[in-house]
């Protein structure tokens, strides 16, 4: 039966959380929300048991699930990610890639571009988010920095001109950087401050040129120290710079995941996944940019130690917002 009555859940819509009503789906899309004593003799009623009944999540930096990457460039590795993480009420994505080599980080532009056409994925992917090369070295993190560049126009082009390109993460101290976020802004495309070594100022600075947000607060960036407060600090000054935020409960130390939540509020924190392709079956390594991850204690590192990205989903990112960050749902 294709008609369901989703019943008995307090259901949250953007204005208010609705008790005693009924959420109607039919072929796959909300129809309607009745009250209780008015659902239709055939749609099938399913009982929430006053569980919450939430709007999909929208994960906008996820590298991977499942066995997939976005840098493996297929439609076919993009709808693999995408229907892993769909199992866990996520409902959209901007599917991530890694610094790598030009032709990898262009082919998986090119699979982004077709996997937005197929039908059951023109709802479900909203572009790529493309982490690099612009970055810094220095901050490198779980980037390749073989790969890692200033940007030149010839370059920084390829990438900005594609249709699919809609959020690119920078350093934003690096040279030759205004010229890239003029043509990309133009493009409307937004800018994420991340794996940078750029200070209090030169983060503020970003911010004015055009940069909204910053990728994973508190990794891969200069931190808190209170002579020399760099991009995190910036982050959470700035009134209108909204922070990616990984809540693993490893990433970042549950009082800092307070600070952000109690700093930024709701409207400013963006909650992200960071999440790989994963191992395979009976296996506790992987690649990721040609970089060797392992799976351990909670996470994937590289083999130095360096936290690569997270296990998250977003049902879990959320739920950890609450217990760690102290935020009501």
């Known amino acids: 039966m294709t008609r369901l009555a989703f019943t008995g859940a307090r259901i949250m819509t953007p204005d208010q959380v609705l ?65 892993y993480h769909l199992k866990f009420g996520t409902t959209a994505i901007y599917p991530t890639c890694v610094t790598h080599q030009r032709k990898v980080m262009l082919q998986a532009l090119y699979a982004v571009e077709k996997a937005m056409a197929e039908e059951d994925l023109n709802r479900r ?25 200033l940007p030149k126009q010839d370059d920084y082009r390829q990438y900005l001109d594609h249709p699919a390109l809609k959020l690119m993460t920078i350093a934003p101290e690096i040279e030759g950087m205004e010229d890239l976020l003029e043509y990309g802004l133009k493009k409307g495309i937004y800018f994420a401050a991340g794996h940078s070594s750029a200070d209090y100022e030169q983060g503020m600075a970003g911010f ?9 607060l508190y990794n891969a960036m200069t931190g808190l120290d209170r002579r020399h407060p760099g991009l995190s600090a910036a982050a959470l000054v700035h009134k209108d710079a909204k922070a990616q935020l990984i809540c693993d409960g490893i990433h970042v130390h549950p009082a800092m995941i307070k600070l952000a939540m109690g700093t930024k509020e709701a409207n400013g924190t963006i909650l992200i996944t960071d999440a790989l392709r994963g191992p395979a079956p ?48």
């Open 125 to 149: 992917v909203l572009g790529l988010h493309l982490e690099g090369p612009y970055l810094s070295k220095e901050r490198a993190g779980a980037q390749n920095p073989e790969y890692i560049m």
């Open 282 to 329: 009976d296996e506790t390594s992987f690649t990721m940019g040609e970089l060797e991850v392992e799976d351990r204690d909670g996470a994937y590192y590289l083999n130095d130690g360096t936290l690569a990205g997270s296990k998250l989903t977003m049902v879990d990112a959320l739920s950890n917002a609450i217990k760690l960050g102290g935020v009501a749902l």
């Open 19 to 83: 008790f005693g009503s009924t959420l109607l789906v039919n072929a796959g899309r909300i129809n309607a929300i009745v009250s209780n004593n008015e659902i239709p003799e055939d749609y099938e009623p399913i009982n929430l048991e006053d569980n919450w009944l939430l709007p999909g999540f929208i994960d906008i930096h996820v590298h991977g699930g499942g066995g997939y990457d976005t840098s493996d460039g297929t439609v076919e590795a993009i709808r693999g990610l995408a229907d």
């Open 208 to 216: 004015a040129l055009g940069i909204s947000q910053v990728s994973h």
